[in-house]
């Protein structure tokens, strides 16, 4: 628990950690060189030879964040502030946009709602399954049926 609020803390003070990270890895540059000169290398072999044994620093740098907070929410706030600054810097840009947006979601609810009513709930009638369409057959093709037609049909059997 105390790693997870650690590393979400982490998103705030990301200046701050980089500077001690940047003190660190020179701290251990400078030790890995005092050591280097301390075997009898010259002060730039000494410097070579730390670097070169420290390994890539950029790797090392990217491979701490990795481990010290939540990556994907770090690039997530990233993204988001970036896409903030490019909607202020043109408002006309961004009220279109915005416009699009709430277009978009609306009619996507509008949709949602249509789905939702015609295929998605029950039919609101006791036994749905029971409903049937009825016509009759002509010579000319299929026709609906009239109220009158249908009510002799009612009275001549039992299936309606």
Do not use: C
């Not at 044994?53 to 988001?80: A, C, P, Q, T, Y």
């Not at 000319?140 to 009510?151: A, K, P």
């Amino acid at each position: 628990m105390r790693s997870a609020i650690a590393r979400l803390l982490a998103l705030f003070r990301r200046r701050r950690l980089d500077r001690e990270l940047d003190d660190e890895i020179l701290a251990h540059l400078e030790l890995a060189e005092r050591d280097a000169l301390a075997a009898g290398l010259s002060p730039e072999e000494a410097r070579q030879a730390a670097r070169r044994n420290f390994g890539g620093i950029e790797e090392m740098k990217e491979d701490h964040r990795d481990h010290r907070s939540v990556r994907w929410m770090e690039n997530l706030l990233r993204d988001f502030r970036y896409g903030m600054s490019s909607l202020a810097r043109d408002p006309g840009f961004a009220a279109v946009t915005i416009g699009l947006l709430g277009l978009g979601i609306g009619a996507n609810s509008a949709m949602f709602s249509i789905v939702d009513a015609v295929l998605l709930k029950p039919l609101p009638f006791p036994e749905p399954e029971r409903m049937v369409r009825v016509w009759e057959s002509t010579p000319e093709g299929h026709n609906g049926t009239t109220t009158l037609t249908f009510l002799d049909w009612k009275r001549q059997t039992d299936i309606f």
